[in-house]
C-alpha cells in the first residue's frame, strides 16, 4: 500500500496541467513544421520560441475538459456512449476537431455508439488524436496503471482503434506511474507492460526502437531524430502500418493518408520523439522538463501534442513546485479551451476539478494500492 497525502496528490496534478500548458506553448509555433525550418529559424530552443500569448486557445486539451465534466456529471464509472454524448454536448464541430475526432463526432451525430463510431470511415484511427488527451486517466488513478489503462481504453475507442488507442493507453500509464516513479527509463519499461508485446504491436516495435537508438547513441538527439524518421518510420514502419490496417487493407485513400503529409500526425513517429525526448532531456539534471520539451520541438511532427504530452508526465513526476519559473510565470495561471461555456480557466482550479475527481477513483479503485492521506 502507498501513501499519497491530498496536499502532494494536487500538486502533482497541478504540475500536470501546467506542464502540459507549458509544452503547448513551446510546441504551437513549430506544429507541422519541417524539421530543417525549426532549425533555421530557431535552432537550439531553450525557451518558449515565440511569446505566450495567454488567449490562444488549442484543440488538444479540449478532450479532456470534456472527460472532467462529464465525471463530473456522470460519476467515476462513466461509458464511452455517456462520454461521446458529452462531445456532442459540448464540443461544436468547427471549432477545431480534425481527422479522427472529426469522422467520430459525425458518427456519434448519427446514433453510432463506440467502439463503431471510432472504426467506421475512419481513416484516421490510429493517429495522434487519442494519445494527445491520455493526460487525465493517468491523472485519476495515480499509481493505478491498470486502472488508468481501463479508462483510456473506455475513451480512446469513441474516435480510434488499433495503436491509436494503445498510444493512449501507454501515455496514461506513464502519467500514473510518474506520481511514485522519478526513473523516467523504469516508467517506460513498465509502461510497455500494458500495451500488447513487441511481436503483436507496431507501437511496441517503435517504443523499443527509439530506446535502442538511444542506447546506440546518446549524445545526439539530432542524429537519433534522422534515423528514427528517415530510416525507421519513413522506410520501414509506413508500409507496415498500410498492411495492418484494421479496416482498410484495400483501401488506396488509406494508403494516400499515410503516405501524405498528414503522416506526420499519426501515432508511431510522434511516440518515439516522446520517447528520444524523454531520454535525452534526462540528460539536462539542472532542467529536464524544460530540456525534454524543448528537444521535442525540434524535433517536428506533431509538436503541440508531443511537448503537451511530455510536459504532462514530467510536470506529474516533479509536482508544480519543482518546475522553474521560467516555465510557470508566463502562463499566469490561466489556460483557455474550445469547450462551451467552459472557454477560461485557472490552472489551479482545473487541477483542484481533477484531483477531486481522483479521490473518488483512488476511494473506490484503488484501495489495494494507494491510501490518501487528508
Not at 19 to 41: C, M, N, T
Not at 126 to 144: E, K, N, S, T, V
Not at 181 to 196: C, H, M, Q, T, Y
Not at 240 to 268: E, Q, W, Y
Amino acid at each position: 500500500m502507498i501513501e499519497l497525502s491530498s496536499k502532494k496528490y494536487y500538486n502533482r496534478v497541478f504540475g500536470s496541467w501546467l506542464g502540459r500548458v507549458a509544452g503547448d506553448f513551446v510546441g504551437v509555433p513549430v506544429e507541422a513544421w519541417p524539421y530543417e525550418s525549426i532549425l533555421k529559424k530557431y535552432g537550439n530552443i531553450t525557451d518558449y520560441p515565440e511569446p505566450v500569448n495567454l488567449n490562444h486557445v488549442n484543440d488538444d486539451e479540449m478532450y479532456e475538459i470534456v472527460a472532467l465534466l462529464a465525471m463530473e456529471k456522470y460519476g467515476i464509472n462513466l461509458t464511452s456512449q455517456q462520454l461521446g454524448q458529452e462531445w456532442l454536448n459540448l464540443l461544436s464541430r468547427k471549432d477545431n476537431i480534425f481527422t479522427a475526432e472529426k469522422i467520430a463526432y459525425d458518427n456519434l451525430e448519427a446514433g453510432i455508439i463506440p467502439p463503431k463510431s471510432g472504426i467506421l470511415n475512419n481513416f484516421y484511427y490510429d493517429f495522434i488524436g487519442a494519445q494527445m488527451r491520455a493526460d487525465i486517466w493517468g491523472l485519476i488513478a495515480p499509481g493505478c496503471p491498470e486502472i488508468a489503462k481501463k479508462y483510456a481504453q473506455m475513451d480512446g475507442c469513441i474516435s480510434h482503434a488499433g495503436v491509436g488507442i494503445e498510444g493512449e493507453v501507454f501515455l496514461a500509464v506513464l502519467i500514473s506511474q510518474a506520481f511514485f516513479e522519478l526513473d523516467i527509463r523504469k516508467n517506460i519499461n513498465n509502461a510497455l507492460k500494458f500495451v500488447p508485446p513487441e511481436k503483436d504491436s507496431l507501437f511496441t516495435q517503435i517504443v523499443l526502437k527509439a530506446i535502442d537508438i538511444y542506447e546506440n547513441n546518446k549524445t545526439d538527439f539530432r542524429d537519433a531524430r534522422q534515423i528514427l524518421i528517415n530510416e525507421y518510420w519513413i522506410k520501414e514502419m509506413v508500409s507496415k502500418v498500410i498492411r495492418s490496417s484494421l479496416v482498410f487493407k484495400r483501401d488506396f485513400v488509406r494508403s494516400l493518408v499515410i503516405n501524405s503529409g498528414m503522416g506526420r500526425i499519426h501515432t508511431l513517429p510522434n511516440i518515439g520523439i516522446i520517447i528520444l525526448s524523454l531520454l535525452y532531456g534526462a540528460q539536462d539534471t539542472e532542467d529536464p522538463f524544460g530540456r525534454s520539451i524543448c528537444i521535442a520541438a525540434m524535433m517536428g511532427y506533431d509538436t503541440d501534442c508531443n511537448c503537451g504530452n511530455i510536459g504532462a508526465i514530467l510536470g506529474t513526476q516533479l509536482g508544480v513546485d519543482k518546475i522553474p519559473s521560467k516555465w510557470k510565470d508566463p502562463l499566469q495561471d490561466t489556460f483557455s479551451t474550445y469547450v462551451k461555456g467552459y472557454e477560461k480557466w485557472k490552472i489551479s482550479d482545473l487541477a483542484l476539478r481533477v484531483a477531486n475527481i481522483g479521490k473518488l477513483v483512488i476511494k473506490e479503485k484503488c484501495q489495494k494500492k494507494v491510501i490518501l492521506i487528508e
